[in-house]
Nanobody, 125 residues
């Protein structure tokens, strides 16, 4: 099983910078894709960005270069960077792991997904 712990959220003024971190731990060999989703009271949970273990990134259309996702495979940690925050960025941000690879006796099993409990980001005007 995989456990995801987010950190770095909090209250930030508009125009400020923020970096969210999510570290995965548990009984697994690797994780194919890790990423970030966000949810506000006005909207359903939506994709922000993902990155694979090989460095391939995927961003939602609304990001438009405002977020940067990165990953440290050795530490099983994914980051989400934003240097010019806007009030629209206020939301609960959730870390997701997909394609959890478990090493078995004769093969590797890949499947399943996990969610972190989320971290709140509030951007004030």
């Amino acid at each position: 099983q995989v456990q995801l712990v987010e950190s770095g959220g909090g209250l930030v003024q508009s125009g400020g910078s923020l970096r969210l971190s999510c570290r995965a731990s548990g009984n697994f060999f690797s994780i194919w894709t890790m990423g970030w989703y966000r949810q506000s009271p006005q909207k359903e949970r939506e994709l922000v960005a993902t990155v694979t273990s090989r460095g391939t990134t995927n961003y939602a259309d609304f990001v438009e270069g405002r977020f940067t996702v990165s990953r440290d495979n050795a530490e099983n940690t994914v980051y989400l960077q934003r240097n010019s925050l806007k009030p629209e960025g206020t939301a609960d941000y959730y870390c997701k792991a997909e394609g959890i690879v478990v090493r078995r006796e004769t093969y590797y099993h890949t499947g399943g997904e996990g969610w972190g409990r989320g971290t709140q980001v509030t951007v004030s005007s």
